[in-house]
C-alpha cells in the first residue's frame, strides 16, 4: 500500500463527508457535488484495488493479515457503489446524509487498511 496515496484517500473521503452533511444539513437531495465526490471516493478505491495487487508482486508486501485488508477493502469499494445507487435512487436529504456517514466509514476503513499493510 502506497503511503501517499492512502492519506490522500483519507483527506478527500473527509472532505466528502463534510460536503455531504453540509448538503444533507441544508436539506437538499444529492446533487452533482455530492454524486461527484462519491464517485471520486469509488474511482480512488479502484485504483487502491490495482495497487494493492501489485504492490506484492513489487515485493511491497503486507504485514498483517491479507485476508483482513481485502476484505476491508472490498467492503469499502461496494459501500461506495452501492451507497452511490442508493442516492441516485432516494432523491432525498437523508442520502446525502447516508453518504455522508459512509465517507466517513471509507476514511476509517483505509485508515485499517493502511495500518494492517503497515
Given amino acids: 500500500m502506497i503511503l501517499w496515496f492512502a492519506v490522500a484517500v483519507i483527506a478527500l473521503a473527509l472532505v466528502a463527508a463534510v460536503l455531504c452533511l453540509v448538503e444533507g ?3 437538499r437531495a444529492p ?3 455530492t454524486m461527484g465526490a462519491t464517485l471520486v471516493i469509488a474511482l480512488l478505491l479502484v485504483v487502491q484495488v490495482v495497487v ?3 504492490a506484492p508482486i513489487s515485493g511491497n508486501l ?3 493479515d491479507p485476508l483482513e485488508f481485502w476484505m476491508y477493502l472490498i467492503v469499502a469499494l461496494l459501500l461506495a457503489v452501492g451507497a452511490g ?8 436529504r437523508w ?3 447516508v453518504l455522508a456517514v459512509v465517507h466517513l466509514s471509507v ?3 483505509t485508515y485499517r ?4 499493510w503497515g
Fill in 25 to 27: 444539513l441544508r436539506k
Fill in 31 to 33: 446533487n452533482d457535488y
Fill in 52 to 54: 494493492s495487487i501489485v
Fill in 62 to 64: 503486507p504485514v498483517g
Fill in 85 to 92: 445507487f442508493w442516492a441516485l435512487v432516494d432523491r432525498t
Fill in 95 to 97: 442520502a446525502n446524509l
Fill in 107 to 109: 476514511a476509517v476503513m
Fill in 113 to 116: 487498511m493502511l495500518v494492517i
